[in-house]
């Protein structure tokens, strides 16, 4: 799987990887040796794409992530990437047109600080990835998708002008003792004693969120909590199709109840073993299943 939500993928150095063939019988042991090759290539820190991909299915977390072998390009991924740079851009441009800076998260600047459609298009058009498209019917298609959503975004945001804070911020943060956690929030929002963390969507918005749908933000707000020494006061999904937020914030119990989850997931990674965890309707999209012994 590759990490272009969030890292992108890195190859050092051109990697030949051999099939190994791992017997049903031993799925659950691996051999002292082969833990011993694995240990050299196990992170020092994670992702939360990293510790997603574990948790469903440790055998392809594996092939990604340890044998680092490059999945398949998806439409979506260009799409996601499209749209992320585009609202990057934007806000970058109305921050520069308030005559304030990103590097300073506590500027107000100037209200008045126009920005036309034709300006926003002109934006889009530039930061447009057409790789990995099918053809050039489904490459319409989401073009088209996207410059709808963005005019509705920018015809909202015509009536307020909210500046963004701070855009794409890193962080890598201890959680516990050995599990340092790495990420970037797409856009922090300055609010009345706190911040305003959101995370763009381009998929289709969900009518309600469940524990795990939260689980990024709530990464992002411990993150948020320990770099910027601020508390956070809200939490949100925005979904460019529809124009829609979903909003909540982390209770102590749940940030608790997470930080264990990750830290036990860690701990499996670190461990090397790599069970498969085969479903029918999951490794039937599954990048490796050409090379896997358990489809």
């Given at each position: 799987m590759i990490e272009l939500s969030e890292d992108g993928f890195v190859l050092s150095q051109e990697v030949i990887v051999e099939p190994v063939k791992l017997e049903k019988k031993s799925e659950e042991r691996r051999t002292g040796q082969a833990q011993q090759e694995t240990t050299a290539f196990l992170p020092?820190?994670?992702?939360?794409?990293?510790i997603k991909a574990f948790e469903s299915c440790p055998y392809q977390?594996?092939?990604?992530?340890i044998l680092k072998i490059p999945g398949k390009g998806k439409p979506q991924f260009s799409f996601?990437?499209?749209?992320?740079?585009?609202?990057?851009?934007?806000?970058?441009?109305?921050?520069?047109?308030?005559?304030?800076?990103?590097?300073?998260?506590?500027?107000?600047?100037?209200?008045?600080?126009?920005?036309?459609?034709e300006e926003v298009r002109k934006i889009y058009d530039e930061s447009f990835i057409d790789d990995w498209y099918p053809d050039k019917k489904t490459k319409d298609l989401y073009y088209q998708k996207g410059l709808i959503s963005l005019k509705n975004f920018f015809d909202e945001w015509q009536s307020d002008k909210k500046l963004a804070d701070s855009l794409e911020v890193g962080f890598t943060f201890k959680l516990s003792k050995d599990?340092?956690?790495?990420?970037?929030?797409?856009?922090?929002?300055?609010?009345?004693?706190?911040?305003r963390l959101?995370?763009?969507?381009?998929?289709?918005p969900k009518e309600k969120l469940t524990s795990e749908d939260k689980e990024q933000l709530l990464i992002y707000q411990m993150a948020a909590e320990e770099v910027l020494g601020k508390p956070v006061k809200e939490l949100s999904f925005y979904y460019f199709e529809g124009n829609k937020e979903l909003s909540f914030i982390g209770k102590d119990k749940e940030l608790e109840k997470l930080k264990e989850k990750i830290s036990s997931i860690a701990e499996e990674i670190k461990s090397g073993e790599f069970p498969p965890k085969p479903e029918?309707?999951?490794?039937?999209w599954c990048d490796f299943k050409s090379i896997c012994d358990y489809v």
């Open positions: 020092k820190q994670f992702s939360f794409t990293q977390y594996r092939f990604a992530h996601g990437k499209s749209m992320h740079s585009t609202m990057q851009k934007f806000f970058l441009l109305a921050k520069t047109r308030a005559g304030s800076s990103q590097s300073d998260i506590f500027g107000g600047g100037p209200q008045e600080h126009q920005i036309s459609w599990c340092a956690i790495r990420g970037a929030i797409d856009r922090i929002d300055k609010v009345e004693d706190g911040y959101i995370d763009y969507k381009t998929g289709n029918k309707e999951k490794c039937k």
